[in-house]
């Protein structure tokens, strides 16, 4: 399991997604089950934090955005 996966499954991890860093942005997509763009459209919101985008795309902030179509 990578450390992405274990932040992931972890509610109150305070790890940051680097999105500058393309094969993180490749790790954390995985892990959290999201589109590239989801994930950076929650960053843009809430910031690096893995449990802010978490609780962010829990909520439906995501508008949906679970396709690259």
Same mark, same amino acid.
């Given at each position: 399991?990578?450390? +992405?996966?274990?932040? !992931? ?5 305070? +790890?940051?997604?680097?999105? *500058?860093? #393309? ?6 997509? #995985?892990? =959290? ?5 989801? =994930? =950076? ?5 809430? *910031? ?8 962010? =795309?829990?909520?439906?902030?995501? !508008? *949906?955005?679970?396709?690259? !179509?």
């Amino acid at each position: 399991m990578t450390s +992405e996966q274990n932040a !992931a499954d972890d509610p109150r991890s305070s +790890e940051e997604v680097d999105v *500058g860093d #393309r094969a993180a942005i490749e790790r954390w997509t #995985r892990a =959290l089950g999201v589109t590239d763009s989801a =994930l =950076l459209n929650a960053v843009q919101a809430v *910031g690096p934090r893995v449990d802010k985008i978490k609780d962010y =795309l829990g909520q439906g902030g995501m !508008a *949906g955005d679970q396709s690259d !179509a």
